[in-house]
């Protein structure tokens, strides 16, 4: 069993920074796909970045590509994502997931939002 929590959420103007970090409970965070989503009002949730167990395989959707980082630190248990340059357009609830096979997600945090104002 994994538990997430995100925190990091707010508001922020456009152009601006935030970092979100993903804190996970239980001792198996390291063998876990970590991914972020996010999911605008009226929308179904799309994903955003993830980053491979061993900290490898990193991916981003192309909205985000260039503007948004992820990492993780295994030690605390903890999956960033960096958002720079952030556009009004980047306004969602962001989720952290986890996943054991790197295809479907087992585990999902409550959510933070993030508010960008133009």
């Known amino acids: 069993q994994v538990q997430l929590v995100e925190s990091g959420g707010g508001l922020v103007q456009a152009g601006g920074p935030l970092r979100l970090p993903c804190t996970a409970s239980?001792?198996?965070?390291?063998?876990?796909?970590m991914g972020w989503f996010r999911q605008a009002p009226g929308k179904e949730r799309e994903f955003v970045a993830a980053k491979g167990w061993s900290g490898g395989r990193t991916i981003y959707a192309n909205s985000v590509k260039g503007r948004f980082t992820i990492s993780r630190d295994n030690a605390k248990n903890t999956v960033y994502l960096q958002m720079n340059s952030l556009k009004p357009e980047d306004t969602a609830i962001y989720y952290c997931g986890a996943s054991y096979l790197g295809n479907t997600y087992d585990y999902w945090g409550q959510g933070t939002q993030v508010t960008v104002s133009s």
């Open positions: 239980g001792r198996t965070f390291s063998s876990y796909t």
